[in-house]
């Protein structure tokens, strides 16, 4: 337990890797990796050390051009409105929320790995206009989860074509996208709050956050408890289809964003890299099924956009993993 402004609140304790070590193909480091991503899929990778730490220097310059984009008035964001859950602008409101009868309260701007490999004129202005830095961003942050998927084959004795790496090639298509969020200020009771529970649709999420805000339900306790924010760290989590590919090994865990303090008193940024599979890759998912990467990311998505008591009826939000607030351990 942590005291935050008087507030008693329970701290996830998240194990740390070293992505230096994962570099240099450390097998100490590498079986701990496994065990984490077996037991609880969440942890912190350590970039110092490594030459990924631009990456963290980056991040604050992500955030920089975040802040002035999502201060536009929303006629200018919603320009950048695709019609796609990967690419360009999202307003609030738009999911169901981290509270029963709820919707969220998040904007996004996207940004497909694969548009950005193109310097697609299709990519955001914003985008455009620092191109480099969030090119390197994207580059870095996906050869950073290609070493954390080859060291996870390593560790678990894949070869060939069951490596995880071999089921990302580059230029095939999937659904990797780079995420930026704005939870704005918002502590009117009913209007919208955080981001509803969940486990991710991919196969890692690398997020970059300083704000405190995301919480994890353990699986060890059944208990929520918030990820605290450590400077020099990106935060990894396993997401579903890399569950499934793993033939259910490793563990997608239950996740969403609350504030801290009840409602959103501060405005709360986050910057996700979500790594998927490729689209026709295919896995048995939950309840059984045989289907493709690219089917489980649009079931999924439909089922992000319902109310809560459509989402209570089916698994789905949750990967199979939890059912009305308990997990269901498997
Ligand atoms: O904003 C965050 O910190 C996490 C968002 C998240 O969990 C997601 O979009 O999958
Ligand atoms: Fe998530």
């Known amino acids: 337990?942590?005291?935050?402004?008087?507030?008693?609140?329970?701290?996830?304790?998240?194990p740390t890797i070293k992505y230096d070590k994962l570099l240099a193909q450390d097998?100490?480091?590498?079986?701990?990796l496994v065990d984490v991503c077996k037991s609880l899929g969440f942890f912190y990778l350590d970039f110092n050390l490594s030459a990924a730490h631009s990456l963290v220097n980056n991040s604050n310059d992500v955030l920089g051009v975040m802040n002035e984009y999502f201060h536009q008035p929303i006629e200018v964001?919603?320009?950048?409105v695709r019609g796609t859950v990967t690419h360009g602008y999202c307003p609030v409101g738009r999911y169901a929320g981290a509270k029963k009868g709820e919707r969220d309260c998040y904007e996004t701007l996207k940004i497909s790995e694969a548009e950005m490999k193109d310097r697609s004129p299709h990519l955001p202005v914003t985008v455009h206009n620092n191109v480099e830095l969030f090119g390197e961003f994207i580059s870095g942050s996906h050869s950073a989860l290609i070493t954390v998927l080859q060291c996870l084959s390593k560790g678990m004795g894949l070869t060939g074509d069951d490596c995880f790496e071999n089921k990302h090639r580059s230029g095939v298509p999937a659904r990797t996208t780079m995420v930026l969020f704005r939870y704005p200020r918002q502590v009117e009771e009913g209007k919208g709050i955080g981001h509803n529970v969940h486990t991710d649709i991919g196969s890692l999420t690398l997020l970059y956050c300083q704000d405190w805000g995301l919480q994890l339900l353990s699986p060890e306790t059944n208990e929520w408890g918030f990820v605290k924010p450590q400077p020099g760290h990106a935060i990894i989590n396993v997401g579903d289809s890399l569950r499934f590919l793993s033939g259910h090994q490793l563990r997608s865990c239950v996740h969403r964003v609350i504030p801290l303090t009840g409602r959103q008193e501060t405005d709360?940024?986050?910057?996700?890299?979500?790594?998927?599979?490729?689209?026709?890759s295919v896995f048995v998912d939950s309840k059984g099924?045989?289907?493709s990467a690219l089917a489980w990311h649009d079931e999924k998505y439909n089922v992000f956009r319902q109310p809560h008591e459509d989402q209570e009826r089916?698994?789905?939000?949750?990967?199979?993993?939890?059912?009305?607030g308990s997990l269901i351990l498997v």
């Open 289 to 291: 099924r045989r289907l």
């Open 27 to 32: 097998s100490t480091e590498i079986t701990r």
């Open 268 to 280: 709360r940024y986050s910057i996700a890299y979500f790594m998927r599979t490729e689209d026709k």
């Open 314 to 324: 089916d698994a789905v939000l949750t990967g199979g993993m939890e059912k009305h």
């Open 77 to 80: 964001k919603m320009k950048d």
């Open 1 to 14: 337990m942590a005291n935050f402004e008087n507030q008693d609140i329970v701290i996830a304790p998240l």
